[in-house]
């Protein structure tokens, strides 16, 4: 029996942390709603854009890493999921730094194999690959960010946001913003110091530095407080859940 295709949500795609993926979205989820398979989908939204091949999730071999496939072929296996829609469309979005990050999957699965964990480096590119972000945000917004001092980042220096530009990248962050997801987390690539432009796809891959993943630079965004990202935030008791807004000694990490 042939599954059931997956019910397409609504996404709006004005929403900050789709602004990247919004034109190649729209144009994939119209041809989902029409019965095309995800890799068919995206494959149609690329248009004449350079983009990897999208190919159904069959193509992979058995027992050759996902990874390692994807740098041997230029082809990403797809499944017919939001998850793995949104991976592709962050692939048409910011190709080089996807590709960067799958060469620096490969070299390192070439170098160690598969194990029962994948390392420190694939760790972290996993991480980034998930749920990452950047942060373009002047500085006295990366000093409050830094401390979890939410009070600071988000009510006292509100209208600096003005002036910041968050990037989604991790493609379970942006489905987890699909579903509202208020606990929805980013971990951020330090900015202030890093970006010499704003960030771009070319500037996002140049930042993929193995050494400087290895010391863990991550920093936690909870991105439904960023002011415009979710309707009630204007309101300070918004903040008060600490499940959510963490203080600085039991942060998430």
């Known amino acids: 029996m042939t599954p059931a295709a997956p019910a397409w949500p609504e996404i709006d795609w004005r929403q900050p942390a789709f602004a990247p993926c919004g034109d ?5 989820l119209a ?3 029409d019965g095309a398979a995800v890799h068919q989908a995206l494959r149609q939204a690329a248009g004449a854009s350079p983009a990897p091949r999208f190919v159904p ?14 740098h041997r072929t230029g ?5 017919d999921n939001l998850h793995d829609l949104f991976n592709g469309l962050v692939w048409l979005a910011l190709p080089r730094a996807k590709r960067r990050l799958n060469e620096l999957q490969a070299a390192e699965i070439a170098r160690r194999g598969v194990g029962p964990t994948r390392g420190p480096l694939r760790d972290a590119l996993t991480l980034f690959d998930e749920n990452g972000a950047v942060l373009d945000a002047p500085p006295e917004l990366w000093r409050a960010l830094l401390a979890r001092d939410w009070r600071g980042l988000f009510i006292d220096l509100r209208h600096r946001w003005a002036d910041a530009r968050v990037l989604v990248f991790g493609h379970a962050l942006l ?12 971990h951020v690539l330090p900015g202030h110091r890093a970006w010499s432009v704003a ?4 500037a996002i891959a140049a ?7 290895l010391s863990k630079p991550f920093t936690p965004l909870p991105v439904f407080g960023v002011p415009g990202w979710h309707r009630d935030n204007c309101r300070p008791g918004f903040y008060a859940n600490k499940a959510i807004f963490r203080p600085s000694a039991v942060a998430l990490r």
């Open 24 to 28: 190649h979205g729209r144009r994939a």
């Open 31 to 33: 041809c989902l709603r």
């Open 57 to 70: 999730q069959a193509a992979l071999p058995a027992g050759e890493p996902y990874e390692s496939f994807i």
């Open 75 to 79: 082809a990403v296996p797809t499944r």
């Open 175 to 186: 489905e987890q913003v699909q579903r509202g997801q208020l606990s929805a987390t980013a």
């Open 199 to 202: 960030p771009d796809d070319a």
């Open 207 to 213: 930042a993929l530095d193995p050494c400087h993943l």
